[in-house]
T-cell receptor, first 111, second 116 residues
Framework: QKEVEQNSGPLSVPEGAIASLNCTYSDRVSQSFFWYRQYSGKSPELIMSIYSNGDKEDGRFTAQLNKASQYVSLLIRDSQPSDSATYLC???????????FGTGTRLLVSP | DAGVIQSPRHEVTEMGQEVTLRCKPISGHNSLFWYRQTMMRGLELLIY????????DSGMPEDRFSAKMPNASFSTLKIQPSEPRDSAVYFC??????????????FGEGSRLTVL
């Protein structure tokens, strides 16, 4: 089992819709979870972090964490074509003391 | 402020040649990370340093790979000899001391390596 798993996509949504990106992780002791966005040919940039069960909202972005199910998600409301990118889920593995990334989900938002 | 600076941006070399990738972290950051990104395996942590000391190099694929951080403002990743399977984008990232907990890594623009 991979440490961090994501569906590679692409996930296609129309402009204005809600995009839902999902991630599961294997390390039960993980405490820190992150979402990075990577545009094609560019480097990853941090957009959200979440540490506690529940929801965390930042503008159009909402991160959701369920530690019991070892599940993290990112919701993007009112999706825009400029949101088209690959979204990387990252988990800090407490047992190994390192940040591990999923392979990413490619999001396509059509006008 | 300047971000993480990597060089070269692109490198094309032949199998068996030595490759050296360079990184200048953000001033004041004391953790530095080398990642490799491929389509198949995604973003893989190769090694990270804290206060110039290697903390975890378990991701370094094999002895052909080596990394150094002689001072707080410079790090190198060397591949000798290079092989076609080393072709990837290599990212350097830096963060403050608690970066691995906050997860806020600042990435350079990457070095795209092609080994023929």
């Amino acid at each position: 089992q991979k440490e961090v798993e994501q569906n590679s996509g692409p996930l296609s949504v129309p402009e204005g819709a809600i995009a839902s990106l999902n991630c599961t992780y294997s390390d039960r002791v993980s405490q820190s979870f992150f979402w990075y966005r990577q545009y094609s040919g560019k480097s990853p940039e941090l957009i959200m972090s979440i540490y506690s069960n529940g929801d965390k909202e930042d503008g159009r972005f909402t991160a959701q964490l369920n530690k019991a199910s070892q599940y993290v998600s990112l919701l993007i409301r009112d999706s825009q074509p400029s949101d088209s990118a690959t979204y990387l889920c990252a988990v800090f593995l407490g047992g190994f003391q390192k940040l591990v990334f999923g392979t990413g989900t490619r999001l396509l938002v059509s006008p | 402020d300047a971000g993480v600076i990597q060089s070269p941006r692109h490198e094309v070399t032949e199998m068996g040649q030595e490759v050296t990738l360079r990184c200048k972290p953000i001033s004041g950051h004391n953790s530095l990370f080398w990642y490799r990104q491929t389509m198949m395996r995604g973003l893989e942590l190769l090694i990270y340093f804290n206060n110039n000391v290697p903390i975890d190099d378990s991701g370094m694929p094999e002895d052909r790979f080596s990394a150094k951080m002689p001072n707080a403002s410079f790090s190198t990743l060397k591949i000798q000899p290079s092989e076609p399977r080393d072709s990837a984008v290599y990212f350097c990232a830096s963060s403050l001391a608690s970066g691995t907990v906050t997860g806020e890594l600042f990435f350079g623009e990457g070095s795209r390596l092609t080994v023929l």
